[in-house]
């Protein structure tokens, strides 16, 4: 099992930059996939991004494509996500997550962080 801690979530303004990080605790970090995932109020969980363990494959949703960038070191066994040019839409609780394979569905993730709060305001 792989514990996660989210940090880097806040207040930030539309259009605006955040990078949240993910601190992973335990052996298995460096062989599991990552994935970013966030829920809106009444919303349900959705993806966001994904890498492999190795960091040679991304994966992101349609929504994020182009302005999120999911990235990780395994030497300090983190995984980050980059955010740029922030939309009210994004606001949201982040999650980190990790499993076997860089997966869009939430479910085929083992082991989750609490999350962060992003809120992007107008």
């Known amino acids: 099992q792989v514990q996660l801690v989210e940090s880097g979530g806040g207040l930030v303004q539309a259009g605006g930059s955040l990078r949240l990080s993910c601190a992973a605790s335990?052996?298995?970090?460096?062989?599991?996939?990552m994935g970013w995932f966030r829920q809106a109020p009444r919303k349900e969980r959705e993806f966001v991004a994904s890498?492999?363990?190795?960091?040679?494959?991304?994966y992101y949703a349609n929504s994020v494509k182009g302005r999120f960038t999911i990235s990780r070191d395994n030497a300090k066994n983190t995984v980050s996500l980059e955010m740029n040019n922030l939309k009210l839409e994004d606001t949201a609780v982040y999650y980190c997550?990790?499993?076997?394979?860089?997966?869009?569905?939430?479910?085929?993730?083992?082991?989750w962080g609490q999350g962060t709060q992003v809120t992007v305001s107008s």
């Open positions: 890498i492999s363990w190795s960091g040679t494959s991304t």
């Open positions: 997550a990790a499993g076997r394979s860089p997966t869009t569905l939430p479910w085929m993730y083992t082991s």
């Open positions: 335990g052996r298995t970090f460096s062989s599991s996939a």
